[in-house]
């Protein structure tokens, strides 16, 4: 086959950016200065590079942030006090949980405490339940930026056979949800997945987002497959000499679960590492962060 379609972001991700960027001039006018605060409890230097990014972003564009960063081994109690903190903060209109939590902390006892009003990644348990009911107050960032792309490139959903490789709260499951609501035939994959090449090669829509670097190689897709990778994994550069990922060195570089070349010799089209789905999930992150904070502005007036 010729060289794939090229599924960039980059269009998508500003059309989406300044649509957020104009919601939020108007919670402003309403008298709500949007105010996203972010959460992480880890040590791992690439999820805080993410939320770097995260507040990078903020910052470009004028939006207000409040980042607490807790050291892995901070207190559950710790981490629940935060998050009803954030939560009940009145000048917080937007409030973002990076996951996966440590081990010690319940991921369950701080989806409840996010308030379900100011969620900005469908991530409280009111939430999850109307997303899978179809009636979403919020979509997760991941899902909706996925859904975006798909829709500025003219990707036809309803009638594929679509597999998704992933099945995190945040991410993987989601995009299922998504996908079967836009009438596809979704079968989800994960670590426990007996010969998962035989289900990606059933696939003519095929969604990555295990975290995996080169988990699906050109042996495991077919002829004229439509690719979305949402992965974003650092490894190492041939020129790093063996220093580890975690060296923020220069020397890392970012791929996805897909080995770009091999499957590029059979797909019909697909997303780059970098520059498909990442952009378009900031962007969407600063819709949602309108979204919210718009109802909350709404909220406020009817009262």
Do not use: W
């Amino acid at each position: 086959m010729s060289d794939p379609r090229r599924l960039d972001g980059a269009e998508p991700a500003a059309a989406v950016r300044d649509d957020a960027l104009a919601r939020l001039d108007d919670c402003r006018e309403a008298g709500v200065d949007p105010c996203l605060a972010t959460l992480l409890v880890s040590d791992d230097p690439g999820a805080r590079a993410f939320m770097d990014r995260k507040h990078d972003l903020c910052g470009e564009v004028g939006l207000d942030t409040r980042r607490i960063d807790l050291p892995a081994d901070a207190p559950a109690e710790r981490v629940y006090r935060t998050v009803e903190e954030l939560g009940a903060d009145p000048a917080v209109t937007a409030l973002f949980v990076q996951v996966p939590l440590p081990s010690h902390v319940d991921e369950a006892a701080v989806r409840e405490r996010v308030p379900p009003e100011k969620d900005v990644d469908c991530f409280a348990h009111a939430n999850v339940g109307r997303l899978v009911a179809g009636d979403p107050r919020i979509r997760p960032v991941t899902a909706l930026a996925v859904d975006r792309l798909l829709s500025a490139h003219g990707v036809e959903v309803a009638g594929r056979d679509a597999v998704v490789v992933g099945r995190t709260t945040a991410i993987g499951t989601p995009i299922a949800h998504l996908l079967c609501r836009r009438d596809a035939t979704v079968t989800v994959c994960h670590s426990q997945t007996r010969d998962l090449g035989a289900k990606t090669r059933a696939a003519d829509l095929l969604v990555t987002a295990a975290g995996t670097p080169g988990l699906v190689d050109g042996s495991m897709v077919s002829d004229g497959v439509v690719v979305v990778d949402v992965s974003a994994n650092r490894v190492e550069s041939e020129a790093s000499g063996g220093r580890s990922a975690a060296d923020d060195d220069g020397e890392t570089v970012v791929v996805g679960d897909v080995d770009a070349a091999s499957v590029g010799e059979k797909a019909a089209a697909m997303t780059p590492v970098p520059g498909g789905v990442g952009p378009l999930t900031m962007a969407c992150l600063l819709h949602n962060v309108a979204a919210v904070s718009a109802a909350g502005a709404d909220a406020g007036q009817s009262r």
